[in-house]
T-cell receptor
Framework: NAGVTQTPKFQVLKTGQSMTLQCAQD?????MYWYRQDPGMGLRLIYY???????DKGEVPNGYNVSRLNKREFSLRLESAAPSQTSVYFC?????????????FGQGTRLTVV | AQRVTQPEKLLSVFKGAPVELKCNYS??????LFWYVQYSRQRLQLLLR??SRESIKGFTADLNKGETSFHLKKPFAQEEDSAMYYC????????????FGQGTELSVKP
């Protein structure tokens, strides 16, 4: 039972470099999410996708772009990484349209920007 | 605006003591409310959702719409309860938008 899978698990970038974080789920969920987790700040929503083909900004979208490639995959791109983007990134998914459904999380990607 | 506030960053109690983790929310519609837990080096997992009105691992949470609160309670804390706890607010009307509070680290001492 794979659930939500994120790649890579760890990454070190230099300031200005770009990269894409990948997320895939095998639960046929409609909604997918990207969060960043920082000490004292909790989880902050970067972008979310209510269904295939739609994306919406969350609380902290600046500096990021997303693509909902298909129902399974939701990627997060950093075009020009900055030290402020050093964080742990989590992808999540849940069934949409029903309300009060459980979100399932990936194991996280620890990103360091130097 | 949709907002979740957890006022305590750290809560430290002794084993067997009661625990209450506070959560207040701001939302104009009918909220979806959840508690998630993250044990050390593990991914977040659902603990409770308000609509279920269930007790998981001895924890309960009651939605108080008048006070816009969804506090998490347990009468007798155990050492294995030590973890990070997050309150979450979902928005069915906004395509399932789901936001989290700042988190409360619970430390249960022997």
């Amino acid at each position: 039972n794979a659930g939500v899978t994120q790649t890579p698990k760890f990454q070190v970038l230099k300031t200005g470099q770009s990269m894409t974080l990948q997320c895939a789920q095998d639960m046929n969920h409609n909604s997918m999410y990207w969060y960043r987790q920082d000490p004292g700040m909790g989880l902050r929503l970067i972008y979310y996708s209510a269904s295939e083909g739609t994306t919406d900004k969350g609380e902290v979208p600046n500096g990021y772009n997303v693509s909902r490639l298909n129902k399974r995959e939701f990627s997060l791109r950093l075009e020009s990484a900055a030290p402020s983007q050093t964080s742990v990134y989590f992808c999540a998914s849940r069934t949409g349209g029903l309300g009060n459904t459980e979100a399932f999380f990936g194991q996280g990607t620890r990103l360091t920007v130097v | 605006a949709q907002r979740v506030t957890q006022p305590e960053k750290l809560l430290s109690v002794f084993k067997g003591a009661p625990v209450e983790l506070k959560c207040n929310y701001s939302y104009s519609g009918s909220p979806e409310l959840f508690w998630y837990v993250q044990y050390s080096r593990q991914r977040l997992q659902l603990l409770l959702r308000h609509i279920s009105r269930e007790s998981i691992k001895g924890f309960t949470a009651d939605l108080n719409k008048g006070e816009t609160s969804f506090h998490l309670k347990k009468p007798f804390a155990q050492e294995e309860d030590s973890a990070m706890y997050y309150c979450a607010l979902g928005s069915y009307n906004q395509g399932g938008k789901l936001i989290f509070g700042q988190g409360t680290e619970l430390s249960v001492k022997p």
